[in-house]
């Protein structure tokens, strides 16, 4: 009966259908909102987007092609506008690096910081999703001592101008480590910061603390491996098949270099007193290719060592230390860099080469030419389900629109 009337009714019709809308908008409006929560780190995998070339590939190019990696996470070592243009509406989350030339400036008052937030993040929230500023890279594992005394001031200056500009709860302040910051880091149990940097690294480590960022550490078993490859096993910087080594005064057992890092840094930190600070990897990955004195830089080694971490990162698991602490990491780097100084294997870290194909295999796409069809299906095959969810709640929401139109004219 009531059915009946609402059929040879058109104002009970509209009056329905105009109720359904606005419940349909409620919905969506409300599961879009839970979906938009800000978070650093998505997942437990990352890459650094390094830029020092004039050959790789552009920003949007960049865009489709991490989209169909899935890669979620990135890190780049400037403010670019271009690439933070470029990934608006991406999804994918980015930390922005405040150059150390920046640092003695910044450090200054906080002004100079809300000036440079105002100028390269800012404008592009909430589209591009700025998750992260890395104040400077690797200050205290150098040797100059004036960026070592502006880091904290600047570090300061960011958070307290992202909190006047309303910014502090979704933008985290950070600033990553060499492994040159620790005394020594074998057996992990035994890591230490170094003396000389410690009245430096004790009241940033403070600060951090407060604003719960975490301590982000360059770890690369390459590196260890290259500088002494006749007392260090391969197949342990590899993740390969080893005995491993036994941490005698913890009784932990580590088979991967890699762990023993993670652990190390965490050691390091419940020394200094901040056992419940968290450890990310900021920086790690091999060289493809090297000098003749670059023990290790190859192809091979590359491959597996980035495709046995992508493996290990992919269990959501802690380290032999901390088991219930994911180990989230980003590696280092997306493209080979020719532009980059220093010994070749500087030119070589690239999961992919400069023209975007795969540089070796470990589960990714390289970058290609497609057609309108497999560009569009590339596209959605890498939005995953929030691009998906909003792409389809767009077009609910014009078809219901036009149906409503339609009524409305009829």
């Known amino acids: 009966m009531e059915y009946s009337f609402i059929v040879n009714n058109p104002k009970r019709q509209m009056e329905c259908f105009s109720s359904s809308f606005?419940?349909?908008?409620?919905?969506?409006?409300?599961?879009?909102?839970?979906?938009?929560?800000?978070?650093?780190?998505?997942?437990?995998?990352?890459?650094?987007?390094?830029?020092?070339?004039?050959?790789?590939?552009?920003p949007h190019s960049v865009v489709t092609l991490l989209k169909a990696a899935k890669i979620k996470n990135i890190r780049i070592y400037d403010a670019a506008p271009e690439v933070l243009t470029a990934f608006k509406g991406s999804g994918i989350e980015i930390v922005v690096g405040l150059g150390n030339e920046f640092l003695k400036e910044i450090s200054i008052a906080e002004d100079r910081a809300t000036t440079w937030i105002k100028e390269k993040v800012q404008p592009y929230l909430p589209g591009t999703r700025i998750s992260g500023i890395a104040v400077g890279n690797e200050i205290l594992g150098g040797t100059d001592v004036e960026l070592w005394e502006a880091l904290l001031p600047a570090a300061k200056n960011v958070y307290s101008a992202l909190g006047q500009l309303g910014l502090a709860s979704s933008i985290e302040v950070s600033s990553p480590h060499s492994e040159a910051v620790f005394a020594n880091s074998y057996p992990p149990s035994a890591c230490i910061f170094r003396e000389d940097i410690a009245s430096y690294m004790k009241p940033l480590l403070e600060f951090f603390s407060q604003i719960k960022s975490p301590f982000y550490i360059n770890a690369y078993p390459f590196l260890a491996y290259k500088s002494d490859p006749e007392h260090i096993n391969l197949n342990y910087a590899l993740f390969k098949s080893n005995p491993g080594i036994l941490d005698t005064k913890t009784n932990l057992h580590y088979d991967n270099m890699f762990d023993a890092m993670v652990d190390a840094s965490y050691f390091a930190l419940e020394k200094a007193g901040y056992d419940k600070m968290q450890v990310i990897v900021s920086e790690t990955g091999w060289a493809s290719k090297g000098d003749e004195n670059e023990a290790g830089a190859d192809v091979d080694h590359a491959r597996t060592y980035n495709y046995n971490l992508k493996k290990r990162l992919a269990k959501k698991k802690g380290t032999p230390h901390r088991p219930k602490m994911v180990v989230k990491a980003y590696i280092f780097a997306l493209f080979n860099e020719n532009l980059k100084p220093g010994p070749t294997s500087e030119r070589n870290f690239g999961l992919f080469k400069a023209d975007g194909s795969i540089a070796y295999n470990i589960g990714f796409t390289g970058l290609v030419a497609p057609s309108a069809a497999s560009s569009s299906l590339l596209h959605y095959k890498g939005m995953g389900f929030r691009g998906w969810f909003q792409s389809s709640h767009t077009w609910v929401f014009t078809s219901c629109a036009a149906v409503l139109l339609l009524m409305l004219s009829s």
Not at 23 to 51: E, H, K, M, P, Q
């Open 22 to 58: 606005l419940w349909l908008l409620l919905l969506f409006t409300i599961s879009t909102s839970f979906l938009n929560v800000d978070a650093t780190f998505t997942g437990t995998y990352g890459v650094n987007y390094g830029r020092i070339a004039d050959n790789i590939p552009s």
